[in-house]
């Protein structure tokens, strides 16, 4: 599957992918890059939606916890650098 990616998303999954974000646990998550509350929360709720950023352990609701790149969030972003090159 290929997603499109605007900037911002791409720019969040680098984010996540350099370790640099905290994710809340919830059915609609928030973003925290660099200990800062992401201000684009509709990008990351497509993030998480289209299963791209995960969670990397389970936590009670509303905890933040290390966000990940999921398998295909993975692929996604090197899609994107791949296309770029």
Same mark, same amino acid.
């Given at each position: 599957m290929t997603t499109e990616l605007n900037h911002r998303e791409r720019a969040t999954l680098? &984010?996540?992918a350099g370790g640099r974000a905290?994710?809340?646990?919830?059915?609609?998550p928030d973003l925290f890059i660099?200990?800062?509350?992401c201000c684009d929360?509709?990008?990351v709720h497509r993030l998480a939606r289209l299963g791209l950023i995960a969670p &990397?352990?389970?936590?009670k609701c509303g905890t933040r916890v290390p966000a990940v790149l999921t398998e295909a969030g993975s692929r996604a972003l090197g899609e994107v650098f791949a296309a770029a090159a």
């Open positions: 680098r &984010a996540v905290e994710i809340s646990c919830s059915c609609e660099d200990g800062l509350s929360q509709s990008t &990397a352990s389970p936590g």
